[in-house]
T-cell receptor, first 112, second 114 residues
């Protein structure tokens, strides 16, 4: 598998703490906003999505918040674990298009 | 199920050479995508396909061509490789539908053009 040495913003957290990863998006016409996780040496993996008419959605240990007023998306991870260490990408699905547009990503480093 | 399989995993090309990257999926997905990943720039969409025999341009299509002759395969071609095409390439596939946001990615291909 492959990954790249990305010069990304890094969020460092202690194991057990909550993590908040932020993303600013640009397209107000997007239907969906999505979070993906990329572990070292692997391709990105879907975590959770939120439709544009919602402001909050919860999954297992994760919550996504959408603030359309300021075009801001966040991913909250509860009780962060070492296995959560990865690069996290936000993505958007423009309305009427069958494609995903990805942001630059944030590296999450979890320390014991 | 193998999911999404990319070949080759690594390749070094000389400037001006051509090559084809192969993507195969066994999930009967309608949609397939090619992305490139560069440091600090996330994933950028090169081309995508919404069905057999159809392709469309993404954000960075120049220098690449694609073909989708069979539903399960999506080929990415570089006719004359340039150093700017050094990158990690990811193929992905997904089901059709405006509400479907989950794409399944391959393991990537690291391409170096010297």
């Amino acid at each position: 598998g492959e990954s790249v040495g990305l010069h990304l913003p890094t969020l460092s957290v202690q194991e057990g703490d909550n993590s908040i990863i932020n993303c600013a998006y640009s397209n107000s016409a997007s239907d969906y906003f999505i979070w993906y996780k990329q572990e070292s040496g692997k391709g990105p993996q879907f975590i959770i999505d939120i439709r544009s008419n919602m402001d909050k959605r919860q999954g297992q240990r994760v919550t996504v918040l959408l603030n359309k007023t300021v075009k801001h998306l966040s991913l909250q991870i509860a009780a962060t674990q070492p296995g959560d260490s990865a690069v996290y990408f936000c993505a958007e699905k423009p309305g009427g298009y069958n494609k995903l547009i990805f942001g630059a990503g944030t590296r999450l480093a979890v320390h014991p | 199920n193998a999911g999404v399989t990319q070949t080759p995993k690594f390749r070094v090309l000389k400037t001006g050479q051509s090559m084809t990257l192969l993507c195969a999926q066994d999930m009967n997905h309608e949609y397939m995508y090619w992305y490139r990943q560069d440091p600090g720039m996330g994933l950028r969409l090169i081309h995508y396909s919404v069905g057999e025999g159809t392709t469309a341009k993404g954000e960075v299509p120049d220098g690449y061509n694609v073909s989708r002759l069979k539903k399960q395969n999506f080929l990415l071609g570089l006719e004359s490789a340039a150093p700017s095409q050094t990158s990690v390439y990811f193929c992905a596939s997904s089901y059709a539908g405006s509400a479907n946001t989950e794409a399944f990615f391959g393991q990537g291909t690291r391409l170096t053009v010297v």
